[in-house]
Nanobody
Framework: QVRVVESGGGSVQSGGSLRLSCAASGGIRSIESMGWYRQAPAKQRELVASIPTVGSPDYANSVKGRFTISRGSVPNRVYLQMNSLTPEDTAVYYC??????????????WGQGAQVTVSP
């Protein structure tokens, strides 16, 4: 059974940095891409950054130049380095594993979410 587990997050003052980690495991044959989404209170979930297994990362305009998504040396692991955080970055951050191929099916998986809170 596929699991997507996030770690990191927390609280920081404006201008600070945080790092999120995500690991997907459990009978995975391949993953097309992994990414980070976020959802602030009363707002829709939005894509923050994604990185394909082969290719270059993509970022939301609001985080370009501040956030960096990267792959781990271990397969199916990604990180999100968040710098120059502002209160507008406050949200629950979700890791997404896109088009995960197992012996049973091909589908997306989500992590449980990690709270990021940025105070003024």
């Amino acid at each position: 059974q596929v699991r997507v587990v996030e770690s990191g997050g927390g609280s920081v003052q404006s201008g600070g940095s945080l790092r999120l980690s995500c690991a997907a495991s459990g009978g995975i044959r391949s993953i097309e891409s992994m990414g980070w989404y976020r959802q602030a209170p009363a707002k829709q979930r939005e894509l923050v950054a994604s990185i394909p297994t082969v290719g270059s990362p993509d970022y939301a305009n609001s985080v370009k130049g501040r956030f960096t998504i990267s792959r781990g040396s271990v397969p199916n692991r990604v990180y999100l380095q968040m710098n120059s955080l502002t209160p507008e970055d406050t949200a629950v951050y979700y890791c997404n594993a896109h088009r995960v191929l197992t012996n049973r099916d091909l589908r997306d998986y989500w992590g449980q979410g990690a709270q990021v809170t940025v105070s003024p």
